[in-house]
């Protein structure tokens, strides 16, 4: 409605007729038009960042090049691009526990060594069978502050082939697959 009242006085009053009705109506369809376009700017404006930028997150992740998944909350696919975009590169302990407190994560990470007989717990899943060279490529990332979201097997509610107990806090793993290197193995603590 700005732009209406602002229309109807840039024109001379002698050579328009400024309160009649058809020249206030243009004057309207004219406003709407800009106030169309001033909204459009601001949106626009606000695709700079991941966190305000709404329907055009699905732009960020392209670019990024991470699927776009509708089912996941807004919140969680912003942390996914912002993760993203500040993994320039590294391998190393400090920098994958960086990256992870830009996401809101504290984490431990513990490499394993089977030159200095530092080996995971022999209760550890992912160790069963595994021979003692390929367990010098393998860490865990003790989560400190996830959302284990512990899900349980419940008689009704489960179906059949489901996991007893499952357990997992999808961003940062997903994450840490992503970003860790190929030949090594990640499991996953919380706390």
Not at 118 to 126: E, F, K, S, Y
Request: with cysteine.
């Amino acid at each position: 409605m700005r732009y209406k009242s602002t229309l109807s006085q840039l024109y001379p009053p002698v050579a328009y007729q400024v309160n009649g009705e058809q020249f206030l109506a243009q004057c309207e369809i004219d406003g709407n038009a800009f106030e169309r376009l001033q909204q459009s700017a601001i949106d626009v404006l606000n695709v700079i960042e991941p966190e305000t930028s709404r329907v055009m997150l699905a732009d960020w992740e392209r670019v990024c090049g991470i699927k776009s998944d509708s089912t996941k909350s807004y919140v969680s696919r912003v942390k996914q691009v912002i993760v993203r975009l500040n993994a320039i590169g590294g391998l190393s302990i400090p920098y994958f526990k960086r990256l992870a407190e830009s996401i809101g994560y504290q984490i431990e990470i513990k490499e394993f060594s089977h030159l200095k007989n530092d080996l995971p717990d022999a209760g550890d899943v992912p160790i069963q069978n595994s021979p003692r060279e390929q367990l010098g490529y393998m860490w865990r990332v003790t989560v400190l502050n996830g959302d284990d979201g512990i899900v349980r097997f419940r008689a009704g509610q489960s179906c059949a082939g489901e996991r007893l107990t499952d357990f997992g806090d999808r961003i940062i793993e997903e994450f840490f697959r992503d970003l860790k290197p190929a030949h090594t193995y990640c499991y996953f603590a919380y706390r």
